[in-house]
């Protein structure tokens, strides 16, 4: 004898799977945690102030021929 199923439940668990799937290739696609974003951007912020440090100009440039 066949097994009753509720079709409801059924369509429920479907997007629930659907949901967990496209969640898992968003953790994937863009799988950073807050602290790991504000990490890098430190990094990029400090090395462009110590690039910028290195920069010459105004006097210290070297003359162009």
């Known amino acids: 004898m066949a097994e009753i199923v509720n ?4 369509r429920k ?3 629930r799977n659907d949901a967990a799937r496209t969640a ?3 953790r994937i696609s863009f799988g950073l945690s807050k602290a790991e974003r504000s990490l890098a951007k430190a990094e990029r912020d400090s090395a462009g102030r110590k690039l910028e440090g290195h920069r010459l100009d105004g006097d210290d440039a070297p003359d162009k021929p």
Do not use: P, T, Y
């Open 13 to 15: 668990q479907k997007a």
């Open 7 to 10: 079709l409801r439940r059924v």
């Open 24 to 26: 898992e290739q968003n």
